[in-house]
Antibody
Framework: QVQLVESGGGVVQPGRSLRLSCAAS????????MHWVRQAPGRGPEWVAV????????YYVDSVKGRFTISRDNSENTLYLQMNSLRPEDTAVYYC?????????WGQGTLVTVSS | QSALTQPASVSGSPGQSITISCTGT?????????VSWYQQHPGKAPKLMIS???NRPSGISSRFSGSKSGNTASLTISGLQAEDEAHYYC??????????FGGGTKLTVL
């Protein structure tokens, strides 16, 4: 069955970096666009970034532009989110999701806490 | 990239129908037929209920339906059941090639 498993979350100080991973299985990873969506405690989801099926096109929400980078390795069926210059307001559960215009499948999420 | 506007809460009795609205702009909902609706139960990941304004993914009950008029999209749930109690979020593709979510609506089944 289709499965997405995020990892790499944790507690990090402001200004530091973290890299999230999303391992995909149960479908042809290279056929699908992939997203990162985050959800701060008690808030609704916030879209973060998308990458096309071939990795050529990437788009970001304004608040993370220049700090976060989405990438993928289709040979390893893995999606990444490199997060630099982290801020307290980046604290959230980060989900990866399969699809492009509609997010068909979501992982269980990984918690990122930015705090000194 | 302002969030789409949803009512904070709606409620209905079992068997009734409810509709949740989602208002955007001519740069998102009004521009594309790429509106999605997600259901989220506490502690769980969001689940796609409707895509492309009106399409139900495989396995989603026909009690869930979507529509759009101008800059406003709507989700209707008919024959309310206890398990429908959850938060619902709309989302739309935008002219900036980004996505935007609504603030969410808490559905209470009385």
């Amino acid at each position: 069955q289709v499965q997405l498993v995020e990892s790499g979350g944790g507690v990090v100080q402001p200004g530091r970096s973290l890299r999230l991973s999303c391992a995909a299985s149960g479908f042809t990873f290279s056929d699908f666009g992939m997203h990162w969506v985050r959800q701060a405690p008690g808030r609704g989801p916030e879209w973060v970034a998308v990458i096309s099926y071939d990795g050529r096109n990437k788009y970001y929400v304004d608040s993370v532009k220049g700090r976060f980078t989405i990438s993928r390795d289709n040979s390893e069926n893995t999606l990444y989110l490199q997060m630099n210059s982290l801020r307290p307001e980046d604290t959230a559960v980060y989900y990866c999701a399969r699809g492009y215009f509609g997010l068909l499948t979501w992982g269980q999420g990984t918690l990122v806490t930015v705090s000194s | 990239q302002s969030a789409l506007t949803q009512p904070a809460s709606v409620s209905g009795s079992p068997g009734q129908s409810i509709t949740i609205s989602c208002t955007g702009t001519s740069s998102d909902i009004g521009a594309y037929d790429y509106v999605s609706w997600y259901q989220q139960h506490p502690g769980k990941a969001p689940k796609l209920m409707i895509s492309d304004v009106i399409n139900r993914p495989s396995g989603i009950s026909s009690r869930f339906s979507g529509s759009k008029s101008g800059n406003t999209a709507s989700l209707t749930i008919s024959g309310l059941q206890a398990e429908d109690e959850a938060h619902y979020y709309c989302s739309s593709y935008t002219s900036s090639k980004t996505w935007v979510f609504g603030g969410g609506t808490k559905l209470t089944v009385l």
